[in-house]
Nanobody, 123 residues
Framework: VQLQASGGGLVQAGGSLRLSCTSS????????MGWFRQAPGKEREFVAT????????RYAESVEGRFTISRGYAANTMYLQMNNLTPEDTAVYYC?????????????????WGQGTLVTVSS
């Protein structure tokens, strides 16, 4: 399974971006998916996750109310709508597919990872 993340870029504080993630196989339609990020000099951290159906979601406290995770019409796609971005959101964002169908927030629960897309928020 290959995951392809896209949509990153440079945006001013207060702006918005929409990240996309596409899986190479429909098998991920039965799995939860998630977004993680890694800022320079920091460890990778959980951002958001959505279950196999798209109905259950979880968010990191730092993005709650600003970011929205969703699954596309094609079950092997996933999105992260990011609003009201701040410089603290600057990071490489990774999409991942979980081992099971339910939402999970720990990176060890994910067995497939995309290559990452860079989000830079200027002040």
């Amino acid at each position: 399974v290959q995951l392809q993340a896209s949509g990153g870029g440079l945006v001013q504080a207060g702006g918005s971006l929409r990240l996309s993630c596409t899986s190479s196989k429909r098998t991920t339609s039965n799995n939860a998916m998630g977004w993680f990020r890694q800022a320079p000099g920091k460890e990778r951290e959980f951002v958001a996750t959505v279950d196999w159906s798209g109905r259950d979601t979880r968010y990191a406290e730092s993005v709650e109310g600003r970011f929205t995770i969703s699954r596309g019409y094609a079950a092997n796609t996933m999105y992260l709508q990011m609003n009201n971005l701040t410089p603290e959101d600057t990071a490489v964002y990774y999409c991942a597919a979980a081992r099971g169908p339910s939402v999970v927030t720990t990176s060890t629960s994910y067995n497939y990872w995309g290559q990452g897309t860079l989000v830079t928020v200027s002040s």
